[in-house]
């Protein structure tokens, strides 16, 4: 069946850095958009980034742009998102998702998620 497993989260101080891994199993992500998803308390589920299949496209919601970096190993079937220069807002749940081939922007499967919390 259909697993991710994020990894990789932690408490960090403002202006560090973290660095998130995803491992996919059950399917292969090569077919796949991915996205890396964030739910900070009391809000609602939104996207950080997001990766073409072959990698050579990303997309990043404006708040992170510059500072986060997505990337994938299709042959290892992984995800990573890069993440510097880390801020108080960024403290949220991150999941690892798969995009819904049926519909462009949303995903159909995620992880448990990763805890990051940034703060002094």
């Known amino acids: 069946q259909v697993q991710l497993v994020e990894s990789g989260g932690g408490l960090v101080q403002p202006g560090g850095s973290l660095r998130l891994s995803c491992t996919a199993s059950?399917?292969?992500?090569?077919?796949?958009?991915m996205y890396w998803v964030r739910q900070a308390p009391g809000k609602g589920r939104e996207w950080v980034s997001r990766i073409n299949p072959d990698g050579r496209f990303t997309h990043y919601v404006e708040s992170v742009e510059g500072r986060f970096t997505i990337s994938r190993d299709n042959a290892k079937n992984t995800l990573t998102l890069q993440m510097n220069s880390l801020k108080p807002e960024d403290t949220a749940l991150y999941y690892c998702?798969?995009?819904?081939?049926?519909?462009?922007?949303?995903?159909?499967?995620w992880g448990q998620g990763t805890q990051v919390t940034v703060s002094s």
């Open positions: 059950g399917f292969t992500i090569s077919s796949y958009w």
């Open positions: 998702a798969r995009g819904d081939t049926r519909r462009f922007g949303t995903y159909d499967y």
